[in-house]
């Protein structure tokens, strides 16, 4: 069965090939693949799946007395593969193809078969046989006949095996989609091993067989959903991996992933608008079209240990998520989500910094929330004020546990007016509304109490020049507290700073203080405290670059994102220095952001 994706976003179509006869049907997997698989799909537990093993190829049994039939990954695609066992007929292959609506032998050997959304081409099979441990090459071609095809085979041994192979070449349409979203990594400390965890979304198709016939033209709202979550876990080499959905009947999206480094246990955020699969004593129900979910699993993927639904009645989605583990205090280790929310009954507000929604009737505010590590709800707050806000980064100090969320905040019409045309910013515990930068959106972080607490005042700062700004990334230094927000700004002329991104006073020097093209990335360097900017500097080259995220590593601030810049600052030993199209961006600073 092949699913065949349009051009047209959204949109499939299938063939099915299919022995016209078979001798005896018996499926077994050969040659094991170094992929484990699980599958946590909508509420029913029966369902689940763990601990799936893959092979690189499977038997599936006698068309004829003297005719076998393999499947054999490939990278890209898939090998059926026709043994002619000693003394048999290759006439007996015959292939229906249930689908097609034309099928052709082209001059150049390949196969055409015509579908309602675009021609699949196999390519123009090969033949052989292992005589005297020498390969020996067989004519063969493809023969159509009744809506299928066999093949014609020259002269060779019939006293001898005889293998034909057929390949899937080409599909003249689209392909499926899958977003990776986030990235973490966690240390054993057995061995010194490190895995790699990514988390996001792929393009769900595998419901469509038992809903659609081979041909019908279809889209992908039925069976398991428009996406489905993934969480992976790649070994430090890329050599293997196991990998986990997680779903439900409708569209479900990861954004981020982080690991507990006491137990290794993996915490995935993100939405789902269906019978998301759920486990642990935290379950609550559905509250709102589609709500943010939170899961925790085994740290091989193997277990879903805990899920929740987090939301009100309305929209709401997670985005980013930090683990604090290791306190020295009777406290134990805690989870902190962020991300944005429609709905004035988001759940665990009361007594929080903020405890309604500024926005909620028309537009949506960013939340932020703790809960313990099986995923009880401990309080949320809203973040916004008189228009769209979005959190899309969450970090926790170490020394302090204070709690720094960050994202973009807008204003709207009336607040507008309401203040004579001034492009002002309504965001909460800002230094006064007028402080707002720009004249589209901004860039905010603020600091909270440990635990999202009341026991201090928070405290924000708008970030940004004229144009749209956005912080994503936030990085705390374990040994000073120092925080360090990345984003990305509007500019304006390129080598100016006339789109007024503004580098707030302190005593320090920018790295780069003008933009070099239409958007750059910033990373501004914080106290503590949230008192004082202690640097700041611009980063990129002639086109569009942003920054993503934020690490630290001894002496060193790592920058990602992405970049359609052939100029980035200081390439000249990096191991790409040039942009093809849009790349990954990923760059190095000293702390005190003054050397790249």
Known sequence: LY?????????????????????????????????????????????WRSNVPSFKSVSLGRLAPDIDMDLV???????????????????????????ARKITALPDGRLEVKTALGEVLFSKPAAHQNINGKRIEVEVAYRVSGGGYGFTVGEYDASRGLVIDPILSTFVGGSGEEYGRGL????????????????????DITGFPAAHAPGDVYGTTGGGGDYDAFVARVNYDLSYYTVTYLGGSERDEAFDVAVNPENGLVYVVGFTSGDFPMTGSTNVGRGGLRDAFVACLSNDLSTLEYSRYLGG???DAGVTIAIESGRLDEVPDLVYVAGSTASSDFPGTTGAPQEDCASCTALEDGFAAV???????????????????SAYAIAVSPLDHAVYVAGNTSYNGPWLVEHGGEYVGCFPWTPGPYSFKGNATDAFIVRFSDRLQTTDTPVAW?????GMDSGYGLAVDP???AVYLAGRTTCGTAGTNDAGFTF?????????????GGLDAFIVRFDSDLEEITAATLFGGSSNDCATDIDLFGSSVYLLGYTDSTNLPDTDNAAVQNALYTDVMLASMSTDLTEV
């Open 184 to 203: 973490a990594t966690y240390h054993t400390g057995v061995g010194n091993l490190m895995y790699i965890f990514v988390t996001g979304s792929i393009s």
């Open 479 to 481: 040994s000073t507290g």
């Open 462 to 466: 708008y970030i940004g020049g004229n």
């Open 313 to 315: 009645s309305s929209n």
């Open 73 to 99: 990954y490939r990278p890209g695609t898939c090998e059926k593969i026709f043994r002619v066992r000693p003394g048999g007929d290759p006439a007996g292959i015959s292939m229906r193809i249930d689908g």
């Open 504 to 516: 707030p006073g302190g005593s320090y020097t920018p790295a780069y203080e003008n933009c070099a």
């Open 3 to 47: 699913s065949l994706a349009g051009k047209k976003e959204g949109v499939f179509t299938s063939i099915v090939e299919r022995p016209r006869k078979y001798a005896a049907i018996s499926l077994e997997g050969r040659d094991p693949a170094d992929v484990r698989l699980n599958y946590f799909k909508g509420g029913d537990r029966k369902k």
């Open 371 to 389: 809960l313990d590590t099986e995923l009880g709800l401990i309080r949320s707050t809203y973040l916004g004020g008189c228009s769209t806000d």
